[in-house]
């Protein structure tokens, strides 16, 4: 299995707080993702990063921030908390960039916005 | 611009019987195309994917799917399903420059007894 673990796993917390989710990989992979999942949604690409420093948007980013200081992690942080975020987070990461890449998945988050 | 549906969002099938699980996708370029299956509560892993070549794909656990153009459709398969088959599986599809593939709703498998 791909290193990659995902802290906490488990979060609950009230509206308005700030929370920041943890990715770290051992695998020493360029690309890393976070992606939101929910029933009746499937994956949605929040935020992506294709080195250090190096950030951009997904399709669901509003009321995300992300940022990746060290090739083996990367933080999404959710700046004032809201219902509608609760869901299960996904780390993902890449090795490359190239067509057809295969994703590592971690185990996933929890997040309980009350 | 890219997109995949999964018809189905639920499928239950009894222990050793044939499973489809449908996928279609649109886009105006070439594209590559993915399965990955969900365990409860775990993180998603590559079951097979298609790049190009012959358009029968063989994946892990005897999954396999078949990437048709005509049709845009890329359905998984397998002759005989088990208990540990219940899972979610998700089709992805990447297409031109972007190496970020757009995944579907996802359509989760049931196996029965």
């Known amino acids: 299995d791909a290193g990659i673990t995902q802290s906490p796993r488990h979060k609950v917390t009230e509206t308005g707080t700030p929370v920041t989710l943890r990715c770290h990989q051992t695998e020493n992979h360029r690309y890393m993702y976070w992606y939101r999942q929910d029933p009746g949604h499937g994956l949605r690409l929040i935020h992506y990063?294709?080195?250090?420093?190096?950030?951009d948007k997904g399709e669901v980013s509003d009321g995300y921030s992300v940022s990746r200081s060290k090739t083996e992690d990367f933080l999404l942080t959710l700046e004032s908390a809201t219902s509608s975020q609760t869901s299960v987070y996904f780390c993902?990461?890449?090795?490359?960039?190239?067509?057809?890449?295969?994703?590592?998945f971690g185990p996933g988050t929890r997040l309980t916005v009350l | 611009a890219q997109s995949v549906t999964q018809l189905d969002s639920q499928v239950p099938v009894f222990e050793e019987a044939p499973v489809e699980l449908r996928c279609n996708y649109s886009s105006s370029v070439s594209v590559y195309l993915f399965w990955y299956v969900q365990y409860p509560n775990q993180g998603l892993q590559l079951l097979l994917k298609?790049?190009?070549?012959?358009?029968l794909v063989k994946g892990i656990n005897g999954f396999e799917a078949e990437f048709n153009k005509s049709q845009t459709s890329f359905h998984l398969r397998k002759p005989s399903v088990h208990i540990s088959d219940t899972a979610e599986y998700f089709c992805?599809?990447?297409?031109?420059?972007?190496?970020?593939?757009?995944f579907g709703r996802g359509t989760s498998l049931i196996v029965h007894p």
């Open positions: 993902a990461i890449s090795d490359t960039g190239g067509l057809g890449n295969e994703q590592f």
């Open positions: 992805a599809v990447g297409s031109g420059g972007s190496y970020i593939p757009t």
């Open positions: 298609y790049l190009s070549g012959s358009t």
């Open positions: 990063s294709y080195g250090v420093k190096d950030t």
